[in-house]
């Protein structure tokens, strides 16, 4: 509050609290207005009822009724609370409960409440389900932090369509100006190496899939890829090395993508020179060449099939890909 008029210079400053504003005696001009206050004032109505006077501003950005009675079972728990911290209750719940469905930690979760009232600033709640904004928050944790969680995860856990949460999460993180790091295929190899029941080999088949991933990714393998599609075709080949006779069907039920997206994958492999070594020359050599872009080849071909010519003529084989710095 001040303590010197601004106008005149006085420091006879009057303060009235229950106009919230602040008057300089000496010129009449008045310093502030609608100031917010500490303290908390009451009126007797005429019915013998007491009510607040003013609004009462909480440190979330809620707010009570101005006027609202306190007579009853509201004076037992002092101010009544407003729609939204009862929203903001309820959503700790809910998030709590799905958070522990996907053992994620506290943080994850208490991080994914702080997203959800930012979302509730913005707006993003209104029109959507709050199962769907929950997981949006969550789901935005997972990927900030790295965790091995899919959105299929998300999608069997609440039986909700998987395309849904992905376009909630999508708008809350270009609202509230997120931009996630891009998902390291890495993150899933033990989780879907566990599940194509290798037994004791289950570790060595998990690090030789991860080198593959690795090798994927130096060759670009990776960009615009899902990461489960990657993690099918590195587990597939990282079996097989290992004398474990799986198919691309058990890869595909595990990853839970289609065939076809297996092989695609397994087709872009196919094309690096990595490919060309053998089973020891793979796990012992690293080779500084690196592959173009499968989509760089595709369109490549594309345009000598226009053209009339034999892309296997004028393509150059997996050997032959010229080193890049």
Same mark, same amino acid.
């Given at each position: 509050?001040?303590?010197?008029?601004?106008?005149?210079?006085g420091?006879?400053?009057?303060?009235?609290?229950?106009?919230?504003?602040?008057?300089?005696?000496?010129?009449? /001009?008045?310093?502030?207005?609608?100031i917010?206050?500490?303290?908390?004032?009451?009126?007797?109505?005429?019915?013998?009822?007491?009510s607040?006077?003013?609004?009462?501003? /909480?440190?979330?950005?809620?707010?009570f009724?101005?006027?609202?009675? @306190?007579?009853?079972?509201?004076?037992?728990?002092?101010?009544?609370?407003?729609?939204?911290?009862?929203?903001?209750?309820?959503?700790?719940?809910r998030?709590?409960a799905?958070?522990?469905?996907?053992k @994620?930690?506290?943080?994850?979760?208490?991080?994914?409440?702080?997203?959800f009232?930012l979302?509730?600033?913005?707006?993003?709640?209104?029109?959507?389900?709050?199962?769907?904004?929950d997981?949006?928050?969550?789901?935005l944790?997972? %990927?900030?932090?790295?965790?091995?969680?899919?959105?299929?995860?998300?999608?069997d856990?609440?039986?909700?369509?998987?395309?849904?949460?992905?376009?909630?999460?999508?708008? @809350?993180?270009?609202?509230?100006?997120?931009?996630?790091?891009?998902?390291?295929p890495?993150?899933?190899?033990?989780?879907?190496?566990?599940?194509?029941?290798?037994?004791?080999a289950?570790?060595?088949?998990?690090?030789?899939?991860?080198r593959?991933?690795?090798r994927?990714?130096?060759?670009?393998?990776?960009?615009?890829?899902?990461?489960?599609g990657?993690?099918?075709?590195?587990?597939?080949?990282?079996?097989?090395m290992?004398n474990?006779? %799986?198919?691309?069907?058990?890869?595909a039920?595990?990853?839970?993508?289609?065939?076809?997206?297996?092989?695609?994958?397994?087709?872009?492999?196919?094309?690096?020179?990595?490919?060309?070594?053998?089973?020891?020359?793979?796990?012992?050599?690293?080779?500084?060449?690196?592959?173009?872009?499968?989509?760089?080849?595709?369109?490549? %071909?594309?345009?000598?099939?226009?053209?009339?010519?034999?892309?296997?003529?004028?393509?150059? /084989?997996?050997?032959?890909?010229?080193?890049?710095?």
């Amino acid at each position: 509050m001040p303590t010197v008029c601004s106008n005149c210079g006085g420091t006879d400053i009057e303060h009235d609290h229950a106009r919230g504003d602040s008057v300089c005696t000496n010129c009449g /001009s008045v310093l502030e207005d609608n100031i917010i206050v500490s303290e908390v004032s009451f009126q007797e109505q005429s019915t013998g009822a007491s009510s607040v006077v003013g609004q009462f501003v /909480s440190s979330e950005g809620g707010s009570f009724r101005s006027g609202s009675s @306190l007579q009853g079972s509201n004076l037992h728990h002092g101010l009544g609370k407003d729609s939204r911290d009862v929203t903001l209750q309820q959503a700790k719940r809910r998030l709590n409960a799905l958070g522990s469905m996907l053992k @994620l930690g506290q943080y994850c979760i208490d991080t994914a409440f702080n997203f959800f009232k930012l979302a509730l600033q913005q707006n993003l709640t209104r029109g959507r389900k709050s199962s769907v904004i929950d997981t949006a928050c969550l789901y935005l944790v997972c %990927r900030s932090e790295g965790t091995p969680h899919l959105l299929l995860d998300f999608s069997d856990v609440l039986q909700i369509n998987v395309y849904a949460l992905g376009r909630a999460y999508l708008k @809350l993180a270009d609202k509230l100006h997120i931009n996630p790091p891009a998902i390291d295929p890495c993150l899933y190899i033990h989780r879907f190496a566990h599940k194509l029941e290798l037994g004791k080999a289950t570790h060595e088949v998990s690090m030789t899939a991860m080198r593959l991933v690795a090798r994927m990714k130096r060759d670009w393998i990776h960009h615009g890829r899902r990461p489960a599609g990657l993690c099918g075709a590195a587990l597939l080949v990282a079996a097989r090395m290992h004398n474990f006779n %799986r198919t691309v069907k058990d890869v595909a039920k595990v990853v839970r993508l289609s065939e076809g997206t297996i092989r695609k994958r397994l087709g872009d492999f196919k094309d690096t020179a990595s490919s060309q070594l053998t089973i020891e020359e793979f796990l012992k050599i690293d080779l500084d060449q690196e592959h173009d872009p499968p989509c760089f080849l595709e369109s490549k %071909r594309k345009k000598l099939k226009q053209d009339g010519v034999d892309d296997s003529e004028a393509l150059p /084989s997996a050997a032959e890909q010229p080193a890049k710095d």
